[in-house]
């Protein structure tokens, strides 16, 4: 395994403490499953340093009293489970809504998103076993050991998506155990939902009848109106980020690239929470007109990205290519930042652009 600063150096550094770092995007279309050291990381504090042997994962709110779970109980109490899914960032193509008016948080490109087969148990196996009654108005709330401003991180999420048969404790991550800076031993894998919802370094979760109190899930992770600013804005106002929107992003060529005239192939993914990608239109001429791309989906993993391709013949001078995805509702993506722009940067579903120049 190759070290923590040596997968630094593969990618695009945001920050170093807390670390947070995405591929570039050419390398990000490489693999329908990115690879681990390839996967763009999310942290909001020090990563913390856990031994998989001591780890224990409380698990509080069934029909008994709490019990503690070693890697081991997990892996011997439950049947194995492989789901292939994307986990993206909500702040993911943050740096396009940046270019309308200023949002707080770094400025992601579209490399906040990647695919995995992760595996482990199924969340709803552990929670059935311990007696926890389907319900509404329930929440699992979990709590992580990395702290953010003297908290540990925590998040919720309903009940019912917890006992979803998509939703995991995973202790791997394409076939591999799970690396220090991907939530080594344990994490949560929350399919459809922002990344948010999947907290890294379990050490506990409990099913209660309130969403998690914790700063990260009552305060962060909410979707405001336009007029809203840092200064009025009120979480329990704000649409709390769960299921993420259709989104679509060129991966080759990259921003600024010098192409040779005539045909010349896009790549990019296409993506949603929980519908289908149905079509995928690629436009030369920044929205003019459009060409189908041709799509690549893997076969039972409804949770996994969409991976499309189009050759364009592309004439000397400048361009702006641009994407937009359908999704199984027949809905497409806003053309513009600006419709969706809020003051916190999150959820940038617009048209993807990316000005290319062709040579004479
Ligand atoms: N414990 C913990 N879990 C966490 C986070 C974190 O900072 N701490 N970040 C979340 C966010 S915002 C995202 S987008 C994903 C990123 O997962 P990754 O770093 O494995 O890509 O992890 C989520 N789980
Ligand atoms: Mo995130």
Not at 7 to 14: E, F, G, P, Q
Not at 73 to 94: I, S
Not at 260 to 277: C, E, F, K, L
Not at 329 to 340: E, F, I, N, R, V
Request: glycine share 10%.
């Amino acid at each position: 395994m190759s070290s923590l600063a040596e997968r630094k150096a593969r990618l695009i550094v945001h920050g170093d403490r807390p670390y947070n770092a995405e591929p570039p995007l050419g390398r990000l279309r490489a693999a329908y499953r990115t690879p681990a050291a390839d996967f763009y990381v999310r942290s909001h504090g020090d990563l913390p340093d856990l031994d998989a042997e001591s780890w224990r994962l409380t698990v509080a709110g069934g029909a008994g009293a709490a019990r503690d779970f070693s890697l081991h109980d997990l892996r011997t109490g439950f049947p194995e489970e492989t789901v292939t899914a994307t986990m993206q960032c909500a702040g993911n193509r943050r740096a396009d809504m940046r270019a309308v008016a200023p949002v707080s948080g770094d400025p992601w490109d579209a490399g906040a998103i990647g695919t995995a087969a992760w595996t482990g148990v199924r969340l709803g196996d552990v929670l059935r076993a311990l007696g926890v009654a389907e319900g509404a108005d329930r929440h699992v709330a979990f709590e992580s050991h990395d702290r953010v401003e003297g908290h540990a991180y925590g998040v919720s999420i309903p009940l019912a998506k917890a006992m979803a048969p998509e939703t995991l404790l995973a202790y791997a991550m394409n076939g591999a155990p799970l690396l220090p800076e991907h939530g080594f031993p344990v994490r949560a894998v929350v399919p459809g939902y922002a990344g948010v919802r999947s907290p890294k370094w379990l050490r506990r979760l409990a099913v209660q009848d309130h969403p998690s109190d914790n700063p990260i899930q009552a305060g962060d992770y909410k979707l405001y109106p336009p007029d809203v600013t840092a200064e009025t804005a009120d979480p329990a106002l704000g649409h709390t980020i769960e299921t993420m929107p259709l989104n679509a992003a060129i991966c080759e060529p990259p921003r600024g690239a010098i192409l040779r005239a005539g045909t010349n192939r896009i790549r990019g993914y296409a993506v949603s929470g929980d519908r289908a990608i149905v079509r995928v239109d690629v436009s030369g001429d920044g929205g003019r007109s459009w060409m189908q791309a041709a799509l690549e989906h893997e076969t039972g993993a409804p949770f996994a990205w969409t991976f499309w391709a189009v050759d364009l013949d592309l004439p000397p001078g400048e361009h702006d290519l641009a994407v937009r995805a359908w999704d199984a509702a027949g809905q497409t993506q806003p053309a513009l930042p600006d419709d969706t722009w809020n003051h916190k940067g999150y959820l940038c579903a617009c048209w993807h652009r990316v000005r290319v120049s062709v040579a004479a």
